[in-house]
């Protein structure tokens, strides 16, 4: 029998550290679904083409489309042994048609990791994040700031939000930030927009008894290990 895990989690929660820790550990790939479709960006073919114009406009691609993108990753060869799914299922729809997938294989998904931080920590980690020019050193404003000055500008014309001016003190090269993380409003949306999405699939997994909830607040290591915990007991 595989491996197969489903992460669920706000932006900020860690997904993309454990899920390469579980990858490493566990030798089963990081499946997301997002990392997918941005892939087919250098495709020029029709349905490249019309996801990127979907993505672009922010909005869900199709279920049918995102169903056919998993099922084709999960039937490569080092996905035999399971994957970590990340960003699917996003509904009921999908999660449906992964339980007959799965099913179909003579397999099933083994749990469902909510990885739970406070929601505000999940605001000061993604508004807080800045990196180096060069983007090869991460930051944040509030957690990681012993080797950065930084302070807050404004705008000549009063525009909000003010501008995080800075730099790392070791380097004295200049930190940047993402503009979607820079705006508290766009990172407000996207903690919404979770919500709203996830919990009617926290619901549905609740309700067949595989919804495991870990304590993402805690440090890198120690929420690997109470991955690995839930892991080892519903491993069959
Ligand atoms: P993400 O990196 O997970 O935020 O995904 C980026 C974009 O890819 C989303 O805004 C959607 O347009 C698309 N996407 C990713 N996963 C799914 C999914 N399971 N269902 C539908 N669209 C998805």
């Known amino acids: 029998m595989g491996l197969y895990l489903i992460l669920l989690g706000v932006q900020g929660a860690g997904k993309g550290v454990q899920a390469a820790w579980i990858q490493q550990h566990y030798g089963i790939p990081h499946v997301s679904t997002g990392d997918l479709f941005r892939a087919m960006r250098t495709r020029e073919d029709e349905l490249a083409q019309r996801i990127q114009a979907i993505m672009a406009s922010g909005q869900l691609i199709s279920d049918e489309i995102t169903n056919e993108v998993v099922r084709d990753r999960l039937s490569q060869p080092d996905a035999a042994g399971g994957a970590i799914l990340d960003g699917f ?97 766009v990172v407000i949306r996207r903690i919404d927009t979770y919500l709203e999405t996830s919990m009617p699939l926290v619901n549905w997994y609740r309700g067949r008894g595989l919804l495991r909830s870990v304590d993402a607040e805690q440090s890198i290591e120690d929420v690997s290990a109470a991955i690995q915990a839930v892991i080892e007991t519903n491993r069959s």
């Open 89 to 185: 299922p996003r509904n009921e729809v999908q999660a449906a048609w992964l339980d007959d997938y799965l099913a179909s294989k003579g397999e099933a998904v083994n749990a469902v990791l909510l990885m739970e931080i406070d929601l505000y920590v999940a605001f000061k980690r993604a508004y807080g994040r800045i990196a180096s020019e060069d983007g090869a050193r991460i930051y944040n404003l509030y957690y990681q700031n012993e080797n950065i000055d930084w302070r807050l500008e404004e705008h000549p014309e009063g525009a909000w939000p003010p501008r995080v001016s800075g730099c790392e003190r070791d380097t004295g090269m200049s930190l940047v930030r993402r503009p979607d993380d820079a705006s508290a409003d």
